[in-house]
């Protein structure tokens, strides 16, 4: 099957650009007023996409809401990050159709994507198959999604999981240190994927200086997500941006 529009947008980026950035938006942190400002403040920053969703989003009503005051304000392609069926949205412009391949709960590698599958169909939303793996357990999103975490580390697993991901014919890799994680996946770990799988990669959670941003680009993400760092100070991003974009 032949990339969607987003996913091809994404991709002809990556090519132009080299590493991307992605602000991600959570509707339980910031309200729909405060997320027209700050997507407007990204895209004039140079991000590149927004994602929108959270570890314990749980209304679609509140997507549809949220974001719709996101497309009010900027011309980013909006791409919905899923907790649960909840969260499929039909006013965004994708969805990553993503598996959390370390849990050790069903529904989060197949059950929930079953779910919303029909919801995804009828709303015409394009989907974008990504293989989801998080590092630490002690984030939300390793408590919400049962995960048997793998250690930041051990780069042989993280190689594993992504190769796992590629065969499976997953699309993007995510690797995830958490939303709020004292600090970023090892850039060792990064470049240790990278050198063995193909797909683009993603890194997130803990980056939240140009130098944590640098340290991942150069080693190989292909699209870097930061969250926590634009709820905190986003005065940093612009930083944030140039660094990736210098790696």
């Known amino acids: 099957m032949k ?21 991600l938006l ?3 942190r910031v309200s729909p007023e405060e997320a027209e400002r700050q997507a407007r403040f990204c895209e ?26 996101v497309k009010n304000s900027c011309s980013l392609p909006v791409i919905i990050f899923p907790n ?28 929930a994507q079953m779910q919303g599958a029909l919801t995804v169909k009828a709303f015409g939303l394009e989907a974008i198959p990504m293989g989801y793996v ?24 993280a190689v594993c999981y992504g190769l796992a991901a590629q065969y499976l ?3 993007f890799l995510y690797l995830e240190a958490g939303s709020g994680a004292p600090q970023p996946i090892p850039a060792s770990t990064v470049e240790a994927v990278k050198k063995m799988v193909s797909i683009p990669i993603i890194v997130g959670g803990g980056i939240r200086t140009p130098e ?6 150069s080693a190989g993400a292909d699209i ?5 760092a634009l709820e905190r100070d986003s005065s940093v991003l612009p930083s944030i941006i140039r660094a990736i974009h210098k790696k």
């Not at 649960?84 to 590698?109: H, K, P, T």
């Not at 998080?134 to 697993?157: H, I, K, Q, Y």
């Not at 870097?224 to 926590?228: Q, Y």
Request: hydrophobic share 40%.
């Open 3 to 23: 990339p969607g529009k987003v996913e091809q947008y994404l991709i002809d980026r990556i090519g132009e650009r080299g590493c991307l950035h992605i602000a």
């Open 26 to 28: 959570d509707p339980l």
């Open 44 to 69: 004039e920053s140079g991000s590149d996409a927004i994602m929108v969703g959270g570890s314990t989003v749980h209304t679609q009503q509140m997507m549809d809401h949220f974001i719709k005051s």
């Open 84 to 111: 649960n069926a909840q969260s499929v949205s039909r006013f965004a412009d994708a969805i990553w159709f993503m598996s959390l391949l370390n849990s050790v709960d069903w529904y989060y590698i197949i059950g």
């Open 134 to 157: 998080v590092f630490g357990g002690d984030s939300t999103v390793a408590a919400m999604g049962r995960v048997l975490p793998v250690p930041p580390e051990r780069e042989e697993v």
């Open 169 to 171: 014919g997953m699309r």
């Open 212 to 217: 944590d941003a640098q340290r991942i680009a």
């Open 224 to 228: 870097i997500v930061t969250g926590t």
